[in-house]
């Protein structure tokens, strides 16, 4: 039934309306049924109780105050009720007996008046209804029985009575249900009987909680119910408390307060009937060792944070036993363990001595592990085991859902603080923003993510320079606006010779003027220039000049169609330059997408990459990014030579795609190689790592200006298309780039002229110089990444 709507319906049914008296006679029919069809000694018994009973005359009356007369004739009572309480079950069977529809017992079992004296003495409400929706199923129960009797009409009502009681010794609960008998119950009809339809009583038991229709049709003035019920009780305790945890571990943050951990604990110890037992609960993480879940103490068996060196002393342990086997562990007393770990050293000093601890699987992954230890060995025991196994099931999907929540937290703080985080430093952040959202839960208000700096990172710089792209814009910006200044000058000077307007001469002389102004440099405010002749001055006489002059309709049509819908202006040759751009920042974004995937299989590193005319890209390698791993310096010389392969390569993709575009642009390749490890920071302000420390902050500089360099004493810049110039500073570079440029002329990736060159210093860098080769872009040899180890490997021989 809905609790919800139970509630409702109860306050309609304050009081159990029905009369109902005690009555022996039901049970005084099963005494006389005996003495005439019983076994030979049945009868005789039966006629000795019969007879002994017909002493009191009230016996086959129904009894008004129940309570005296059943003290009064106590022993009477009692053996009428033996048939009930067979002397063989005395002490196994809890069950009562009770006046109609009450929880006031005139006799029971040893077993259950044990239980009621160890509860207080009474048996109260039971756990699942309260006092109003009680009285209500009884009523209810009460409804059924009449219509079974005087419409034909049985219905079930599936509502147990589950009562809950505490032990007197572990103060531990436990459940029972009760289950009623009615067979001994007398129901008479006072007056006349209510006649109900088949569709009548459909109707009442399609709104069962409708307490109006149940007592208009069923009036309680118009019955009596006499006799008693007997009452029996069955422990529960285990399918009660499996419902309970599951409803405890299903809400919300189950795992993630103490208060509703505390619930879950009580439950488990009551379901192991284990007053002091102690229950944690773990993750494993990605590497096969213990997790740091949060700062809660209270969730672990042992506070795990307070070993030393957590992830040694796991190997070995009673822990890493439960991940490699998926198996679950049981010692009875872990001062039995001859070579204990850290781990187990720990549990000794908590006083624990038997312990379990269980894998928690989802998916058939082992995801994390429950802990359960006692203070007393042998307390765990392969009983507890199979008591465990039922309730792993719950804790895998509770603790699943918990590290999912915790999950989307931590990932709700990197993307506050953070954005997005290349997968390569990932693990750097989330370990982050786990303390930061521990400090939170700690309840500190002031708080901010720990700085994220890796040192010793060696960076590789790289860009695809559209060539000229600035003149290359610019002349697009002439032409769209000479075009919108020729259409407009157009309609003024044929305005002009239909009828002479001196301001039409003045309009004419600076379009003309700006016209002129145009074939030169563009300057910044030309274009602000002409928007404004253009849209304060001539297209307002356009109404004008089509009313006056309907024949100048057509040019003025014109005009109107050269423009942009959108933008209202002449933009054709600016939308030709842009889309170049954007196919060659496309084609370059995507080729490289691909290459860094096969570079990251080699070996893992930080990469970034920015679109602008063309696409930049810094890469970031070191021991510090890795949060497992080694590193050598032939994996700095492996990712070197793929980015010099990657470059040629990039220098044939963006050659193929010039026959293409709208407006023929063309790419330089820029390699800036800096020999020296670095220290980068994450700017939380700005969303982004940038070089740390005032000595790294050169290498930014040189970054933004090395494509505008020049070679020295020429006017030639270092960037050409169809090559690829490498810039350093350390004498060292050149000679591994050298062996690198022999290779790929080896290779046919790049003509054999190597050039070394000198750069004109720029304002704060000086000392710059560079190697420059030519592409070949025909070229039909590709260099797998697979290779590029190998190739290192065997010029380092070479050397």
């Not at 053996?79 to 009450?102: G, R, T």
């Not at 259950?112 to 209804?129: M, R, V």
């Not at 009760?178 to 569709?199: A, C, H």
């Not at 700085?451 to 559209?466: A, H, N, Q, R, T």
Request: hydrophobic share 40%; glycine share 4%.
């Amino acid at each position: 039934m809905n609790s919800a709507a139970l509630r409702k319906a109860a306050k309609k049914v304050s009081e159990f309306p029905f009369t109902t008296y005690l009555s022996f006679l039901p049970i005084i029919r099963h005494w006389e049924s005996l003495e005439q069809q019983g076994t030979k000694e049945e009868k005789v018994y039966a006629r000795s109780v019969l007879k002994e009973m017909d002493r009191v005359p009230a016996f086959r009356k129904p009894i008004k105050n129940h309570g005296l007369f059943v003290t009064k004739n106590r022993e009477m009572v009692d053996k009428l009720l033996s048939a009930v309480f067979p002397k063989a079950l005395e002490f196994n069977e809890i069950k009562s007996v009770s006046p109609p529809f009450h929880f006031d017992h005139i006799a029971a079992s040893s077993r259950f008046q044990k239980i009621i004296e160890q509860n207080g003495g009474e048996l109260g409400a039971p756990d699942n209804l309260g006092p109003d929706a009680l009285i209500f199923v009884k009523y209810l129960h009460a409804c059924l029985a009449l219509l079974d009797k005087f419409y034909g009409r049985s219905v079930p009502l599936e509502s147990p009575f589950i009562f809950r009681m505490k032990d007197p010794v572990t103060r531990l609960d436990k459940y029972y249900k009760m289950t009623v008998n009615g067979d001994f119950l007398d129901i008479k009809l006072k007056g006349k009987l209510k006649e109900l339809s088949e569709q009548d009583i459909d109707q009442m038991l399609n709104n069962i909680l409708d307490a109006d229709l149940w007592t208009k049709n069923l009036p309680a003035k118009s019955f009596e119910i006499n006799g008693l019920v007997i009452c029996s009780l069955v422990n529960v305790t285990l399918n009660e408390l499996l419902s309970q945890l599951k409803n405890n571990l299903l809400e919300k943050d189950a795992l993630l307060t103490e208060t509703q951990f505390e619930k879950i604990r009580f439950n488990v110890r009551s379901l192991l009937n284990i007053p002091d037992l102690r229950v944690g609960l773990g993750v494993f993480n990605s590497e096969g060792g213990i997790a740091n879940f949060g700062h809660w103490s209270w969730r672990d068996l042992i506070c795990k944070e307070g070993i030393k060196d957590i992830d040694k002393e796991f190997n070995g342990s009673i822990y890493h036993k439960v991940l490699e086997t998926g198996e679950v562990a049981l010692v009875q007393d872990i001062n039995d363990i001859k070579h204990p770990t850290g781990i187990e050293k720990a549990i000794q000093q908590t006083c624990v001595r038997s312990i379990i601890v269980a894998p928690l699987k989802y998916n058939n992954k082992i995801i994390g592990y429950l802990e359960l230890g006692s203070g007393s060995p042998k307390d765990l025991n392969p009983f507890s085991m199979a008591r465990v196994e039922d309730i792993l099931p719950l804790f895998s999907v509770a603790i699943q859902r918990s590290v999912e929540e915790r999950k989307d937290k931590i990932d709700a703080i990197l993307m506050e603080k953070c954005t997005a985080i290349h997968n390569s430093v990932q693990w750097r952040f989330q370990e982050s923003a786990q303390r930061y959202l521990t400090a939170l839960e700690q309840g500190f208000s002031e708080v901010e993510m720990e700085p994220i700096v890796f040192e010793e990172v060696y960076p590789l710089f790289g860009m695809s320079d559209i060539r000229d792209s600035s003149e290359h814009r610019n002349i697009a910006i002439q032409e769209d606006l000479t075009t919108q200044l020729e259409l407009a000058q157009k309609i003024i000077l044929k305005a002009r010779s239909l009828k002479e307007f001196p301001v039409l001469e003045e309009i004419n002389y600076r379009i003309e003027k700006l016209i002129s102004s145009l074939k030169g440099k563009l300057q910044s405010e030309d274009e602000s220039k002409v928007y404004r002749l253009l849209n304060k001055e001539v297209e307002p006489l356009f109404d004008y000049i089509t009313t006056e002059f309907p024949s100048l309709s057509t040019d003025v049509a014109k005009y109107q169609g050269a423009l942009d819908p959108k933008l209202k202006v002449v933009y054709n040759r600016r939308k030709s330059y842009e889309l170049s751009v954007t196919k060659i920042n496309s084609a370059i974004s995507e080729f490289l997408d691909k290459k860094e995937e096969e570079a990251q299989m080699m070996y893992p590193h930080y990469f970034e990459k920015y679109k602008t005319d063309g696409v930049d890209y810094n890469i970031y390698i070191g021991k510090s990014l890795l949060k497992n791993g080694i590193f050598n310096n032939i994996c700095l010389s492996n990712l070197r030579l793929w980015q010099l392969i990657m470059m040629t390569e990039m220098t044939q993709v963006t050659a193929k795609l010039e026959s293409e575009l709208p407006i023929l642009l063309r790419t330089a390749q820029l390699i800036l190689v800096h020999d020296e490890p670095m220290a980068i920071r994450f700017r939380f302000d700005e969303k982004k790592f940038d070089v740390d420390g005032a000595y790294n902050i050169r290498y930014e500089i040189i970054k933004k200006r090395i494509d505008k360099a020049l070679i020295k004493n020429t006017e030639e810049r270092v960037t050409q298309p169809g090559t690829i110039a490498v810039v350093y500073t350390e004498p060292e570079v050149l000679l591994e780039y050298q062996q690198y440029f022999e290779f790929l002329h080896y290779k046919n990736l790049i003509e054999k002229e190597v050039e070394l060159l000198e750069l004109e210093d720029t304002q704060g860098v000086t000392g710059l110089r560079a190697i420059r080769v030519k592409v070949v872009l025909n070229a039909e040899e590709i260099i797998e990444t697979s290779e590029i180890e190998e190739i290192i490997s065997s010029l380092q021989k070479k050397n």
